[in-house]
């Protein structure tokens, strides 16, 4: 007789990393997001509160906006496979919508998904001095079918942790946060002292001459 072995199958990816170059790129992202928020009144999206800009940063964010754009895409590259890839060259190329939050006391972000892109990424500018009260909060995508037969029950993995139907990821200055744009996701209200400035980021996979042929 055997010890039952449990396979956790079907994971949803999450990557969460401090970029080298966060201490260098949060002080000049964060000079020219609020120069942009003084020009520009910007559009309402999930956003409830609070100021969202438009979605071309990659265009007024300067370098800072592009460096922090590379480097989300490179590790976006590192978790993707082309199945069908020709000699290990994807037939894919990547592309990146960009847009920045200013979120004052009170604001957040209703729960939402980006259907018309492959990743989804958070980069915190300034937390504001928040806690985890106001995290981005992930929603488990088989929610509500595994709490349909019993709603006080919920699996576990091998060390007895409970599955819970959120995963809640505190906001912190220089973090980059990514997770597949699917993924339902939502931010708590802001409970910090200053304004929370964090940057948004859509990584699309576009078909390459390759993949048309």
């Not at 928020?37 to 940063?57: L, Q």
């Not at 200013?102 to 972000?109: L, R």
């Not at 929603?139 to 709490?147: A, G, I, K, S, V």
């Not at 744009?181 to 209200?189: C, E, T, Y």
């Amino acid at each position: 007789m055997s010890e039952p072995v449990l396979k956790e199958l079907f994971a949803t990816p999450l990557i969460e990393f401090r970029p080298q170059t966060a201490d260098a790129l949060a002080p000049a992202l964060k000079e020219v997001i609020l120069k942009r928020k003084t020009e520009h009144k910007g559009i309402a999206r999930s956003n409830i509160h609070g100021w969202h800009s438009d979605t071309d940063m990659l265009e007024w964010g300067g370098e800072p906006a592009r460096a922090l754009a590379l480097e989300a895409m490179q590790t976006c590259g590192r978790f993707t496979r082309d199945l069908n890839a020709a000699q290990g060259q994807s037939r894919y190329e990547m592309g990146m919508e960009m847009w920045a939050n200013v979120s004052p006391a009170g604001a957040s972000n209703q729960l939402h998904a980006h259907p018309t892109a492959l990743w989804s990424a958070v980069f915190y500018v300034d937390d504001g001095g928040d806690t985890e009260e106001g995290a981005l909060v992930l929603q488990d995508p088989r929610f509500p079918l595994t709490r349909m037969y019993a709603s006080d029950l919920v699996f576990t993995n091998a060390a007895g942790e409970k599955q819970l139907s959120q995963h809640w990821v505190r906001p912190e200055p220089g973090k980059l946060i990514l997770f597949p744009s699917w993924l339902m996701h939502a931010v708590r209200p802001h409970k910090g002292e200053r304004d929370r400035i964090s940057i948004a980021m859509n990584i699309t996979a576009m078909p390459t001459g390759a993949a048309g042929g």
